[in-house]
């Protein structure tokens, strides 16, 4: 039977707004294992957005999602990280919030961070981005030497012949068609992000339920 892939409800699913606070409710209540925010620092504020925040524009707090992720017992909180130097404070404020176990990150981390993140514990799923490009040919090995399991990386990227062998090592991001939906859980992936939860869940059901 194939591995029961995980799957992440990508900031802005279903059609909503990236990292709205209607877009991170709904996402929360929509059945899948985790979800996705992205994270910056501003004015000294965590908040949830994407791109570099800007003037006169108003923000989720960081506080207020995880406060939603709370009221979901076995929901977990992918953290993208869209800049350096955000674990710490994230993860202080998780464990107020408590949801300290529930939070995994994904995004920039700085080399600095790395002994830090083991040494403390935390999930974290290592980006295809941060690897050195005359290192991405033996990707796996590169992260599993510094201490990583995952490598999160767009589905593009990881060739065919590779799936069988490293199914259970990668988190792909972003399918956002049934289609694809259908391949990768049929290959047993680790983990999926999706703009379609609802399909992803669908598709991950009726494979299990037919076999």
């Not at 792909?172 to 049934?178: H, I, K, Q, R, S």
Request: hydrophobic share 40%.
């Amino acid at each position: 039977m194939p591995y029961r892939t995980m799957i992440t409800a990508h900031a802005g699913s279903e059609g909503l707004p990236d990292n709205s606070l209607e877009s991170f409710v709904q996402m929360c209540s929509c059945g899948a294992d985790a979800v996705e925010l992205d994270l910056r620092l501003w004015k000294g504020d965590l908040i949830l957005s994407h791109n570099m925040p800007e003037e006169g524009k108003s923000y989720v707090p960081l506080a207020r999602a995880f406060g939603e992720v709370s009221k979901y017992p076995d929901l977990l909180v992918n953290v993208d990280l869209k800049e350096t130097g955000l674990i710490e404070r994230t993860m202080d404020l998780a464990r107020a919030c408590g949801i300290g176990s529930r939070v995994l990150f994904t995004g920039d981390i700085a080399p600095d961070e790395i002994s830090m993140i083991h040494k403390r514990g935390y999930t974290c799923w290592y980006n295809g981005s941060l690897i050195p490009v005359e290192r991405r040919g033996e990707a796996f090995d590169y992260i599993e030497s510094l201490g990583f399991e995952i490598l999160n990386t767009h589905y593009s990227t990881i060739p065919e012949e590779m799936l069988p062998l490293r199914c259970r090592q990668v988190s792909l991001w972003t399918l956002n068609t049934e289609e694809v939906l259908a391949k990768y859980l049929k290959a047993g992936v680790y983990n999926i992000t999706t703009r379609l939860p609802l399909a992803a869940l669908r598709l991950r059901s009726e494979l299990h339920r037919n076999l």
